[in-house]
């Protein structure tokens, strides 16, 4: 295997096990985290590849918590958000790099519920759509605290960026 591939794939484990550590610091905060921050700062780094340290994440937590139902919408809830940052240009200015990462981590926050509601409503509700819309109004003041948090921590993506692009491609940008 070549020495870059060794690099990646290290790089690679170490993020996403920092997503999951980063998360159970701060379970004393409910839906307040830096994962949708490290999703942003990979995707725009990485690119494509950046989907392996987010899946990394997903499976460390689902061996540390346990692989039931629950954890299920975790295998593409946060591929959406990597898709979400996918979408910002390559060769966008850091300006506009930031406030699209700002205005897709909040979107992701606020559509968490709606992103975990399908699957709920055919696993614990009985394929019930009203059982289901209740659910997500319950469950949406949390995604607003999901939202609020995700733009928080969407203000360290570009100093977070720039260190790791400058490690990356040994250069400034």
């Known amino acids: 295997m070549k020495k870059s591939k060794i690099v990646d794939l290290t790089v690679f484990a170490m993020f996403g096990a920092l997503m999951f550590v980063s998360k159970q610091i701060m379970e004393f905060l409910p839906n307040f985290h830096a994962i949708t921050m490290f999703i942003a700062v990979l995707t725009l780094v990485y690119r494509v590849r950046a989907i392996i340290p987010v899946y990394v994440f997903v499976f460390i937590q689902g061996a540390y918590s346990g692989f039931a ?7 593409y809830i946060w591929a959406f958000a990597w898709a979400l940052f996918m979408i910002i240009p390559k060769n966008a200015s850091i300006r506009t790099k930031g406030i699209l990462c700002t205005v897709f981590s909040a979107l992701h ?3 968490f519920g709606v992103l975990y ?17 209740s659910w997500f109004i319950v469950g949406f003041p949390w995604d607003v605290v999901h939202m609020c948090g995700n733009i928080v921590m969407s203000f360290l993506v570009i100093p ?5 692009y400058k490690l990356e491609n040994k250069r400034t940008i």
């Open 117 to 133: 509601a399908p699957f709920q409503c055919i696993a614990f509700l009985g394929a019930d759509l009203n059982k289901m819309i």
């Open 109 to 111: 926050g606020i559509t």
């Open 69 to 75: 139902l629950w954890w299920v919408p975790y295998t």
């Open 160 to 164: 977070i960026y720039k260190v790791l």
